[in-house]
């Protein structure tokens, strides 16, 4: 798989994941520890993202 096609497999994986999120949050209020992991999911997510389109400018 080249670099362009991960990264959009990256970016659609990314949206899916935030569309879940907030069809949970709609439905149920998170724990604590619940936020944190998705909030720091997110974060992953974003350095991935960087790191990606940092690789396919090489």
């Known amino acids: 798989m080249g670099n362009s096609e ?3 497999l990256e970016k659609y994986l990314a949206e899916k994941a935030k569309q879940e999120q907030e069809s949970e949050l709609k439905s149920e209020p998170l724990s604590a520890y619940d936020a944190c992991v998705l909030k ?3 974060k ?3 350095l991935i993202a960087e790191a990606r389109k940092c690789l396919d400018g090489k």
């Open 40 to 42: 720091e999911s997110a």
């Open 44 to 46: 992953i997510h974003e």
């Open 6 to 8: 991960a990264y959009k």
